[in-house]
């Protein structure tokens, strides 16, 4: 005999999910549990408000638990639901890629201006995981990109961003390691990354979220967090020819990274600072 669930409507149901991830600490517990609701209904998360005293089925009942047995764990939102919106896209995202972050759109936003300088310059994305700067600026770009990393999965998940936006025809999606493979960039004009610059001494103060999900190789070099700022300003050093690099930094990280560019010999370089005034992107040209 089937046992039937106990009878909820979609505000009663909002109400006690909230509360269970309040307790647990989870930031904007009502938007996390209407998130969740909303997908396992398939609407909007509007309609629900429109439809609050509407009685669950127990199919739907069941479904969102499981989603909410896995937040309650700390798994990121993002992962529960299998995409994240960034620069006005949706972006697939699972364990094996890093979880987009509003603040990496202005690495874009400074990337696509660059671009547009030029005449279809070429263009390399160090450590593309999900795609998710790569597909934006093509989108918004004339202009081929080499997207590369080192794991196998982020690219089969790059390579379906690409699809899914209609820009897999402008990106090369390429397994290469940037502290091996790479002698120079005499092969192109701008060099765009999200490097990992969490040092391994700050990984046990990271949230739960991040620590105990996304893929630390993504986070940290296992060392200072200056492993790839070196790399790449010793490979645009090793340049013939004029190349644009286009970075982000991580937060307090302006000062270390600003004696890396002035021990390299970039007299022309930039930071920019994002919408909270933090510094967040590097712009310097190796002339």
Request: proline share 3%.
């Amino acid at each position: 005999m089937t046992q039937t669930l106990k009878s909820w409507s979609i505000l009663e149901i909002l109400k006690v999910t909230e509360a269970a991830f309040r307790e647990k600490g989870i930031e904007n517990p009502r938007l996390n549990a209407e998130a969740l609701l909303a997908d396992t209904l398939n609407t909007e998360r509007i309609n629900l408000y429109l439809d609050f005293e509407k009685p669950l089925k127990d199919s739907e009942i069941s479904a969102y638990r499981e989603k909410i047995k896995r937040r309650l764990k700390h798994e990121p939102l993002q992962y529960i639901r299998g995409f994240v919106e960034f620069y006005g896209m949706r972006i697939k995202v699972n364990p094996s890629v890093l979880i987009p972050r509003q603040e990496t759109e202005l690495l874009v936003e400074k990337s696509i201006e660059i671009i547009a300088q030029q005449n279809n310059p070429r263009v390399l994305e160090i450590g593309t995981g999900s795609g998710c700067i790569a597909t934006a600026v093509a989108l918004k770009s004339d202009c081929m990109i080499d997207a590369i990393d080192i794991n196998n999965d982020a690219l089969e998940t790059a390579k379906e961003n690409a699809e899914i936006n209609s820009v897999s025809g402008k990106i090369n999606f390429i397994n290469r390691n940037i502290l091996a493979d790479f002698t120079d960039f005499n092969e192109y004009d701008i060099v765009i990354s999200n490097p990992p610059y969490i040092a391994a001494s700050e990984i046990d103060s990271l949230q739960e979220e991040l620590k105990g999900f996304e893929p630390l190789r993504a986070l940290t070099d296992n060392a200072d967090g200056l492993t790839f700022y070196r790399k790449i300003f010793e490979l645009a050093c090793n340049t013939s020819h004029p190349v644009t690099i286009l970075m982000e930094i991580g937060d307090g990280k302006k000062d270390c990274v600003e004696d890396l560019v002035r021990k390299g010999g970039f007299e022309n370089y930039l930071f920019h600072k994002d919408m909270i005034n933090i510094y967040r992107v590097l712009r310097a040209t190796k002339t």
